[in-house]
Structures are given as C-alpha cells and as structure tokens.
C-alpha cells in the first residue's frame, strides 16, 4: 500500500471512530454523571498515551524538557480535558446528541473570532459571511427550528456547548504556539488534567464506582476520542501528500454522527438539526476557504 492510501486509510478509521463519540458520550452519561465519566475517561486515555510514548521511545523528550514546558502542559491540561470536557459533558447530559454535537462544531468559527481578538488578525467581510452562516445554523439547531419565536429546547445545554467551543479554541490557539512534540504534549496534558480532576472531585465532588457498562464506556471514550484516534490522525496528516487531502474527511464526522446516534441512540433526527448542521459546516468551509485564499495572497505579496 502506497503513502497515500495509508494516509486515506488512517484517516477514514479515524474519521469513522470520531463518527460515533457522540453517541458515545450519551449512553456513558446514562450510567455515569459528566465529572466522574470524565475522571474515567481521562484515566483510560492517559494509559494509552502513556503506551504509545513508550512505544514511540519518546521518554528522552518528557526528559528534556524544561520547566516551563511542564507550566504550559499544566495550562493546556487545564484548559483540555479538564475544563473543556466538564462542560462539554454537561452539555450532552442536558441536550439530545444531535444538538450538542452541531453546536460543538462551530469551534473553528470561533477560533476565527478569538484569532481576530487575540491574535489581531484581520477581519473581513468572508469572515463576517462565514460567521453569519454558521451561527444561523446554530440558531436552528438550538432552537429545533423555531427561530422565531427565539424557544430555545435546553438554554443552558445550549450555552454550554457553544462555551465549550470557546475553551476547545482558547487550547488549539495556545497549542499551536507550542512546537514540541504533539503525541508527548498531549500525554502531558491528560496527566495534569488527570490530577486536576482527582483533586476537583476529592474537594467538590464524590468519586463513585462505575458498573461494567459505565467503565467500558468511559474506556471507550478515552480510547477512540481522547487517545488513539488523536494519534492517528497525525499519522494520517504525515502520511498525505498534501493534509488537505485528508483534513476534509473531517467534515463527514458531523452528518455521519447523525446516523449513528439514529441507529444506537435511537433519536428522531429532526429537519432542523440536518438544515443547521448544513449550514454550521458551510460557514467553517466558507471561513476555511477565505483563510487559504488569504495565505495564498500573503505568499504572493511576499515574494
């Protein structure tokens, strides 16, 4: 098998393990509450993470780096997974998957947004069109089509996970200004999310033992969203001849998750949830577009 093909292979498996997270999420949080399904999970993937640096012989790099290294890992772990999938769960447990997972997408508009804030980048008017179409979507989404009458079905759930996209984004904004190695950066930031869970749950919560069906869950979760898909994917970015190839197989993940929470979780899919997540993705490929076209621009200008 050629780069490509295995490019296109690591990349489909991933895309279709992401596919049924959702789904995932929902029947977990029926036998555990989002703290302790999350303690769970993060366990679960910070084992794996923990093989696959063994596996990669990556010890020599924890060891080299510095301290703060180890205070940016502290930071991201805070930001993701302990702040960014406490309220993400709590935004399943209180909407149906096929909400919370379109709402979930629109953190790449949001970026955007925090990019023109923090970062003082440009804004233009692709960027305001591309906003505009994917918080439309939104709106139907979290509204299952009455945008009229502005009744919303969970304001809260709603609230929670479009704020969890603003975590999701504020993690990938200091993420990519930090270039060591991605699989040993996120080992890191699942053991310090980890400890911050362990404490959290200590001082404000109660750590309760899941049945089987609530700890093959939060195995699967920490495997198949937080730990090996994640791996993967990078392998399938390396292994592409250009990532564009294979980064847009990430745009079938929202409309193949619908099916798979039709068929396992057993929710009627609502017009309003396909007509919004429609438009949610178009506006991230219509902001995505106008990011490439920009690049392309500067390139030429430069030279």
């Known amino acids: 098998m050629n780069k490509q093909k295995l490019a296109y292979t690591y990349g489909i498996v991933t895309v279709l393990l992401w596919a049924t997270v959702a789904s995932a999420f929902k029947i977990s949080l029926t036998y555990l509450d989002p703290l302790n399904l999350l303690l769970y999970s993060s366990a679960f993937s910070t084992l794996i993470l ?52 379109p709402l979930n997408q629109i953190w790449a508009i949001v970026l955007s947004l925090l ?41 809260i759930g709603a609230a929670l996970a ?26 890191l930031n699942f053991a310090f999310g980890l400890i911050y869970l362990f404490i959290f749950m200590l001082a ?8 089987t069906f609530g700890l093959l869950g939060a195995a699967y979760i920490g495997f198949f969203e937080m730990g090996i898909t994640f791996v993967a994917w990078l392998k399938a970015l ?38 919004g997540l429609i438009l949610i993705v178009s506006g991230v490929l219509l902001q995505k577009r106008a990011a490439s076209h920009q690049r392309k621009k500067s390139n030429l200008t430069s030279q």
């Open 50 to 101: 923990f093989f696959i640096v063994q596996f990669q012989r990556k010890w020599k790099l924890l060891k080299s780096y510095s301290k703060n290294d180890y205070k940016n890992s502290a930071l991201l772990g805070f930001l993701n997974p302990f702040l960014y999938y406490a309220v993400l769960f709590e935004a399943y447990s209180l909407l149906p998957a096929q909400e919370a997972q």
């Open 115 to 155: 990019s023109i804030l923090l970062l003082k980048q440009k804004i233009r008017f692709s960027n305001i069109f591309a906003i505009f179409v994917s918080f439309f979507g939104v709106l139907i989404v979290s509204t299952q089509g009455n945008i009229f009458a502005l009744n919303f079905s969970n304001p």
């Open 238 to 275: 390396r292994l592409s001849e250009t990532t564009a190839q294979v980064s847009n197989l990430i745009y079938l993940v929202p409309f193949l998750s619908l099916i798979v929470i039709y068929f396992t979780i057993g929710e009627t899919i609502l017009p309003s949830t396909i007509i």
């Open 162 to 187: 479009l704020g969890s996209t603003i975590i999701w984004s504020l993690f990938w904004i200091y993420n990519v200004k930090d270039e060591r190695d991605d699989v040993t950066k996120l080992f």
């Open 204 to 211: 404000l919560s109660k750590i309760v033992v899941p049945n």
